[in-house]
């Protein structure tokens, strides 16, 4: 199993950036997927996640409205939109599966 995260990297406040998680070796669409994400100093937090039985989205408080999670199963690849990013969002973002199988991390870095 292997999930490749891209989509990082340098972004001014206010901008968006789109996260992509592409699986190998597991269906996503069998699996509730996620998104974490680690700052520095950190401990890694959820930020989003999607049931795989009814699509039930969750988002913590800090990203709600500003992020949505998708996925698209013909690609089996999992996204995270980005909005109206923030300091506060600059972190290694880390893709789940199945709460068992995790991306390598891909950077985000909110600055101007």
């Known amino acids: 199993v292997q999930l490749q995260a891209s989509g990082g990297g340098l972004v001014q406040p206010g901008g968006s950036l789109t996260l992509s998680c592409v699986a190998s070796g597991v269906t996503l669409n069998d699996n509730a997927i996620a998104w974490f994400r680690q700052a520095p100093g950190k401990e890694r937090e959820g930020v989003s996640c999607m049931s795989n039985i009814d699509g039930t989205e969750y988002y913590v408080d800090s990203v709600e409205g500003r992020f949505t999670i998708s996925r698209d199963n013909a690609k089996n690849t999992v996204y995270l939109q980005m909005n109206s990013l923030k300091p506060e969002d600059t972190a290694v973002y880390y893709c789940?599966?199945?709460?068992?199988?995790w991306g390598q991390g891909t950077l985000v870095t909110v600055s101007s």
């Open positions: 789940n599966a199945g709460r068992t199988w």
